[in-house]
């Protein structure tokens, strides 16, 4: 399947981080399942997937997360709001289960994963627990930004939100002592008519300074 680029970059340019969601609509069901697979299907360093996403849709949890986000009302008013956190560490455990299910799906035995279970752990090794957590946190920027690709090319509006304390997001999410923690979070919805953060000119660099070729 292809999509044709005039409308790949129609949908990048009609995106933009959404300061007011309508809180009256909500994502249908089948498109915010499309949205949670783009998650799934997000790649990530040796496929390894160090993640959880967090689909928050209880109230009384999303105003305790509004205070913790500069009271930012896109917590609450949009229709979806997923907190992306990452594995705190990279532990032998970690890389067993992701070879496992690779050899479940692809049907591989254990001489066929072996060497790459070994590069990954030699890779792993190499780091401090602060270094494995650190690269699993960029993983998670890339599950950032393919969701808000899918989400900007079905229509759907949504705002990164780095602006929160992930200290409060992991107590109020119970996260402590589960070896995840919180990241970043993106609200997902459709922007109010009186955003008018939507109407504003959107602003890069010329792309000459930031694309050259070699
Ligand atoms: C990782 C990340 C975190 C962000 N955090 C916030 C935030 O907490 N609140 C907010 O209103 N916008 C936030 N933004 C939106 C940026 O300010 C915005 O993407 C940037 O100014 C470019 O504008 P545009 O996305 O509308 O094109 C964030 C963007 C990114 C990529």
Redesign the pocket.
Known sequence: MTVPPDQVLAALRW?????QFDASREIPADVWDALEESLVLTPSSFGLQPWKFLVVQDPTIRAELMAE??N?T?VTHASHFVVLTARTDLSAADIDAWIARMSEVQGQGAAATAPLKGMIEGFAETMSREARHAWNVRQV?IA?GQLMTAAALLGIDS??????SASGYDRILRLEKTGYATV??CALGYRSATDK?AE?A???FERAKVIQHV
């Open positions: 995106r933009y981080a959404t300061k986000s500069w930012q896109q920027y950032l705002c990164p939100m780095e602006g929160l970043v979070a953060y504003i959107k602003a890069r």
